[in-house]
C-alpha cells in the first residue's frame, strides 16, 4: 500500500524557511514521481513542485523558482522540500503526492492534482 506522510510544516514569518519532508512507504522512490501541491484557503490546489523518482529531473511552479528546491533521498525513501523565502500567500496545506512512473510520460509537467496517492497534508502558515 502506498502511504506518504508528510512533515515539517510550522508558523514561520515572511522570508524565513521551512523544509517539508514526505516519507514514502509501500513503493521505491525510483518507480515514481513525487510532487507537491498547496492548498491556500479558499483557493484551489496548485502545483508547487515535483521530482521525478527514475532521473531526478524536476519542475517548479514559475513563482517558487529559485526559492524552492524538492530533493530525495533513496536510502529514506523521503522526498524533502526546501522553501526559502517564504511569503504570506503562500500559506496553506502542503500535500505530498505520488504517482507511478509511465514511460514517455512526462508526469513532473502534467497536473500534479491528477496523482493517485496523496499524503494528509502538513500546514504552513506564513506571517507577515
Known amino acids: 500500500e502506498v502511504q506518504l506522510v508528510e512533515s515539517g510544516g510550522d508558523l514561520v514569518q515572511a522570508g524565513g524557511s521551512l523544509r517539508l519532508s514526505c516519507a514514502a512507504s509501500?513503493?521505491?522512490?525510483?518507480?515514481?514521481?513525487i510532487g507537491w501541491l498547496r492548498q491556500a484557503p479558499g483557493k484551489k490546489r496548485d502545483g508547487v513542485s515535483c521530482i521525478t523518482g527514475s532521473d531526478g529531473g524536476t519542475y517548479y511552479a514559475d513563482s517558487v523558482k529559485g526559492r524552492f528546491t524538492i530533493s530525495r533521498d533513496n536510502a529514506k525513501n523521503t522526498v524533502y522540500l526546501q522553501m526559502n523565502g517564504l511569503k504570506p500567500d503562500e500559506t496553506g496545506v502542503y500535500y505530498c503526492?505520488?504517482?507511478?512512473?509511465?514511460?514517455?510520460?512526462?508526469?513532473?509537467?502534467?497536473?500534479?492534482?491528477?496523482?493517485?496517492?496523496w499524503g494528509q497534508g502538513t500546514q504552513v502558515t506564513v506571517s507577515s
Open positions: 503526492v505520488a504517482e507511478r512512473l509511465t514511460y514517455g510520460v512526462p508526469l513532473c509537467f502534467t497536473p500534479l492534482t491528477n496523482f493517485r496517492s
Open positions: 509501500g513503493f521505491t522512490l525510483n518507480d515514481y514521481a
